[in-house]
């Protein structure tokens, strides 16, 4: 059982910034993919972003692109997103994801061998 520990979350005001970590109980080198994800209140999850090692490429929801950067450190075994220009429909409980051993679905949602962290909130303000 992998375990994957978000933090990073808080409160900011519109173009504001914040990073989140992953912290993996596992070797992250030896991932499929990892990806972050959001659910806002009275809506469905989505995916933010995920990197994909073995391809080389990392991947954004049209609304993030050019604001968030996703990244990986395998020495740490944790992955980030640096999330700037925030803004208040970026308001969400973010998830990260990983799977291992296994292909995942879009933005590496979980599959077979997957896990998902607890979230962490992230409040914008205007």
């Known amino acids: 059982q992998v375990q994957l520990v978000e933090s990073g979350g808080g409160s900011v005001q519109a173009g504001g910034s914040l990073r989140l970590s992953c912290a993996a109980s596992?070797?992250?080198?030896?991932?499929?993919?990892m990806g972050w994800f959001r659910q806002a209140p009275g809506k469905q999850r989505e995916g933010v972003a995920a990197?994909?090692?073995?391809?080389?490429?990392?991947t954004y929801t049209a609304s993030v692109k050019g604001r968030f950067t996703i990244s990986q450190d395998n020495a740490a075994n944790t992955l980030y997103l640096q999330m700037n220009s925030l803004k208040p429909e970026d308001t969400a409980m973010y998830y990260c994801?990983?799977?291992?051993?296994?292909?995942?679905?879009?933005?590496?949602?979980?599959?077979?061998?997957?896990?998902w962290g607890q979230g962490t909130q992230v409040t914008v303000s205007s």
């Open positions: 990197v994909f090692p073995g391809a080389g490429r990392t």
């Open positions: 994801a990983a799977n291992f051993g296994s292909a995942g679905g879009a933005y590496c949602a979980p599959g077979l061998r997957g896990y």
């Open positions: 596992t070797y992250t080198s030896t991932s499929t993919c």
